[in-house]
């Protein structure tokens, strides 16, 4: 599975940005499809995960109902919209293919795409 991300840029605190990720290979081997950010210094963290299959979505706390997670399935492209960000969201956003079961670790992924940057301007 290859991932592409793109969609990062510079934004204002309290603008929106939308994600995209897309996927090509054997994705239906990996169907759990998850967006990462790691901040300068910190480690990687989960943000939102989706499946292609749909089912349950899963965000982190932090996400407070301000960004969505997506899919096109016609596209083979995992998207996260991010409205009302804040500068602690600045950092480098990654996407990850894994097995049905991962959801929030990132060891659980086995593929990941090179990521995009997202800065928050206060």
């Known amino acids: 599975v290859q991932l592409q991300a793109s969609g990062g840029g510079l934004v204002q605190a309290g603008g929106s940005l939308r994600l995209s990720c897309a996927a090509s290979?054997?994705?239906?081997?990996?169907?759990?499809m998850a967006w990462f950010r790691q901040a300068p210094g910190k480690e990687r963290e989960f943000v939102a995960r989706?499946?292609?299959?749909?089912?349950?979505?899963y965000y982190a706390d932090f996400v407070e109902g301000r960004f969505t997670i997506s899919r096109d399935n016609a596209k083979n492209t995992v998207y996260l919209q991010m409205n009302s960000l804040k500068p602690e969201d600045t950092a480098v956003y990654y996407c990850?293919?894994?097995?049905?079961?991962?959801?929030?670790?990132?060891?659980?992924?086995?593929?990941w795409g090179q990521g995009t940057m997202v800065t928050v301007s206060s």
């Open positions: 989706i499946t292609w299959y749909g089912g349950t979505i």
């Open positions: 990850a293919s894994g097995p049905g079961v991962a959801i929030r670790t990132p060891r659980e992924y086995h593929y």
């Open positions: 290979g054997r994705t239906f081997s990996s169907p759990a």
